[in-house]
């Protein structure tokens, strides 16, 4: 029967999280809420916050799991490399019952072929996540092109790694055992294959390591595929729209705005005016990627690849116009395919004089932006 955890078990367990998914230095994220909305999906409300490394301290609220921070989140590792590595099987992508079951199953299989071992967990949403633990640390890159060789032998409908790239900075996940301090166990956990459950306190008697070098090996049979942006017909903003959305991106708000919703919502437009190729191009750009990025986080060849993983998610989240002008950015004249030339022309800029909408206020200040500061 499981039991909540006493003072001397929480800091074990915060040091065991620790030593299996190694601290981030440089951000992690948190679950501030958790709830059921009208058609009975989960819904999750996170936020990042970068310069923020992962502390025990973290680790530790991450097992309490209190409102506020129900959870944390963060890509494992540091610029040495990592040692945990996740393939993620979203629960949309696998709408038939038991299909996911069917490929997490095929990439145990593939995974015990090569020496792998992998671990199984059950998001809050359905999902599944497999996860893989490394004898010593290697880079993001061959973790990540490891997972996905294993993940193509498996033929999954989609690949979805933890890491997604070369690096420490990249998207990061909700690490299991949320919560656990009150029953030993959390909102979801690691288990066997053959679905035994791993208390947080054992992870050190229950979870076998994977060879560095059969990661590696396999690493190695990675071929990448060239990422394309390909333009569909124009939407609802005529192709001329491109200008404006082009200078808007050239001339970011001054202070912190999210730059991964902006990217998404930026390249939503891009579709909408068929001419997301042309967007792509000017996002990717050396001028546009030191005024997003003026702390120099993300050197070019990081910045293309962000782009990249991105561009996937253009069209998957509804972010646009009333997005980027909560966030600051100035459109100007968008034209519609509806507009009249007669008529008059909207101008999309935010009232310097209307607050941010609450979530933007929250982001901003969670990432240490100051109302007035220039």
């Known amino acids: 029967m499981s039991t909540a955890l006493s ?38 409300r996170c936020t990042t916050l970068e310069g923020q490394g992962v502390t025990l301290g973290l680790l530790r609220q991450h097992l309490l799991g209190r409102p506020g921070c129900l959870a944390i989140g963060y ?29 997490l199953h095929r990439l145990f299989d593939v995974s015990f072929s090569h020496g792998v071992r992998c671990y199984p ?9 497999a996860h893989v633990f490394s004898d010593g640390r290697i880079s993001h890159a061959v973790m990540s092109a490891a997972l ?22 990249s998207t990061w996940y909700i690490l299991p055992y949320a919560g656990a301090a009150r029953d030993g166990l959390g909102r ?50 005529k192709p001329e729209a491109v200008t404006a959305i082009c200078r808007a991106i050239q001339n970011p708000p001054q202070g912190t705005f999210d730059r991964h919703g902006s990217l998404v919502a930026f390249m939503n437009l891009g579709g909408r005016c068929g001419r997301l190729s042309e967007v792509v191009r000017t996002l990717r750009s050396e001028e546009v990627r030191a005024r997003w990025a003026p702390d120099g986080s993300r050197d070019a060849d990081e910045w293309g690849k962000e782009i990249d993983r991105w561009v996937k998610a253009a069209g998957t989240r509804r972010r646009g116009i009333k997005f980027l002008l909560e966030q600051g950015f100035t459109l100007g004249h ?19 004089k ?21």
Not at 13 to 23: G, I, N, R, V
Not at 334 to 352: G, N, Q, Y
Not at 364 to 371: D, E, I, N, Q, V
């Open 148 to 169: 996905r060789v294993l993940a193509e032998d498996a033929e999954l409908v989609k690949t979805e790694p933890y890491p997604a790239g070369d690096g420490p900075l």
């Open 75 to 103: 890509l494992p590792g540091d610029d040495t490399g990592t040692t945990a590595g996740m393939i993620d099987l979203d629960a949309k992508d696998y709408p038939q019952p038991g299909s996911s079951d069917d490929a």
């Open 121 to 129: 967990e059950t998001s809050t949403r359905g999902g599944l996540h």
């Open 334 to 352: 968008l034209p519609s395919v509806e507009d009249d030339d007669t008529a008059a022309k909207i101008t999309f800029t935010r009232d310097p």
């Open 188 to 237: 979801t956990q690691l288990t066997t294959d053959a679905g035994q459950i791993i208390p947080v306190i054992e992870l050190d008697e229950w979870l076998e390591l994977t060879p560095g070098d059969a990661l590696t090996a396999l690493a190695e049979q990675y071929r990448p595929q060239e990422e394309t942006v390909t333009d569909a017909p124009a939407d609802d903003l």
């Open 7 to 44: 003072k001397a078990d929480l800091e074990q367990a915060a040091a065991q999280l620790a030593k299996f998914y190694p601290p981030n230095p440089h951000k992690h994220g948190r679950l501030t809420r958790l709830y059921t909305n009208a058609e009975g999906q989960t819904v999750k």
């Open 354 to 374: 209307r607050p941010r909408s609450r979530s933007s206020r929250v982001h901003a200040r969670m990432k240490g932006w100051r109302h007035g500061r220039a």
